[in-house]
């Protein structure tokens, strides 16, 4: 029997909420089909932050890589720690230490009554966002000179080198291939950023002759939000920095439903990925049988499908749009169903069927 072994680290607030529930439907899924899907759990959060003052141990990102499938990350934020420093280094040090180049967001509106876009429920949307997260975010520092001072001075700047950008330009390629996508935006990056668009251009003309299927045109970032936000359907696959990514993702979230429904994949084609859960972590909501686990069930989908476990994908899709049909959800959505209770139709659902 062929089985799928996961980290998990569950977050913060509404995190370990979510995991429970995944963890149900995991464990549907191994009673029906012998699946073997494990998980092993982690503690690195806040409460783990405050009581060691460590964000997540080098020794976990040394060996997960070796021993385990992939991760899944729930939602890290606290306010018991304004600066949200164990957030920012348990994502900084896994992009680092695991070289996860690229992050995918898939975009996708299951049915028409989810989205609260107008004039685009008869469209089908169905798209990809890749960005570029390693030199993006890592490389990037700022400066504050004369700090509480009328004289104040703030330098921010990124960083980019033709070998990180050309890395990232042929995995997204690769994985574009993949995908069976092929038709690219890439998001300019502006004449304002002169010598890092020359870069970037350089290396997609070149490294997209090895793709002949695969199309790209150039927008800057204020047309594409201004296209998507009307023609969502006219799109397949964006391609950008982080900057860029993260409006496009914000805008596509509300396209397809809300933010209850996104995920990411963080990826090392090389080693591992990382499946992000891209709730807040909303702790005033933790425990109030009120929160949204679609976004968590679609990670765990896309984790069985990236790993061969169709079958199992599969039973997770179908269950879900059987709730999308009927109108069962949460209360975010405009339904009336609990946490709990969303999850036992979900598992119910692939007992069944």
């Not at 798209?127 to 890592?138: A, N, W």
């Not at 996104?262 to 425990?287: C, D, F, H, W």
């Not at 984790?303 to 999308?324: K, W």
Request: hydrophobic share 40%; charged share 20%; with cysteine.
């Amino acid at each position: 029997m062929s089985s799928v072994r996961i980290a998990v680290i569950a977050g913060d607030g509404i995190g370990p909420d979510l995991i429970s529930q995944v963890e149900k439907v995991s464990n549907t899924l191994n009673r029906k089909y012998n699946s073997g899907i494990e998980f092993s759990s982690f503690p690195y959060s806040a409460d783990y932050y405050i009581k060691s003052g460590i964000s997540i141990p080098d020794e976990f990102i040394h060996e997960v890589g070796h021993n385990f499938d992939a991760i899944l990350l729930g939602p890290l934020g606290d306010p018991r720690i304004a600066d949200m420093k164990h957030a920012r280094e348990i994502i900084y040090k896994l992009r680092n230490r695991l070289s996860l180049t690229m992050s995918v967001h898939p975009v996708k509106l299951f049915q028409s009554w989810l989205t609260t876009q107008k004039d685009i429920e008869s469209k089908r949307v169905d798209y990809l966002v890749i960005k570029e997260i390693f030199e993006s975010t890592i490389a990037s520092s700022e400066q504050i000179f004369n700090k509480d001072k009328e004289s104040a001075l703030i330098l921010q700047s990124n960083v980019f080198t033709n070998k990180n950008i050309r890395n990232f330009i042929q995995v997204a390629f690769d994985y574009i291939h993949k995908m069976n996508r092929t038709k690219v935006c890439f998001i300019d990056q502006g004449l304002k950023f002169r010598h890092s668009q020359l870069a970037w251009n350089s290396a997609i003309s070149e490294i997209r002759e090895k793709y002949p299927e695969i199309t790209i045109a150039n927008k800057y970032i204020n047309a594409a939000i201004k296209d998507l936000l009307v023609n969502p359907d006219e799109y397949d696959v964006f391609l950008s920095t982080a900057e860029n990514g993260d409006v496009i993702s914000a805008i596509s979230s509300v396209t397809m439903g809300g933010y209850g429904l996104s995920y990411s994949i963080e990826i090392n084609p090389e080693l591992i990925s990382v499946y992000r859960i891209m709730q807040a972590s909303s702790t005033k909501l933790a425990g109030s049988n009120t929160i949204n686990p679609f976004g968590a069930f679609l990670a765990l989908q896309q984790i069985l499908f990236d790993l061969g476990f169709t079958q199992e994908s599969t039973s997770i899709t179908d269950a879900l749009m059987a709730n999308f049909s009927n109108h069962w959800v949460t209360i975010d959505m405009g339904g009336i169903m609990g946490t709990e209770e969303l999850t036992d139709y979900i598992c119910d659902h692939i007992k069944t069927n």
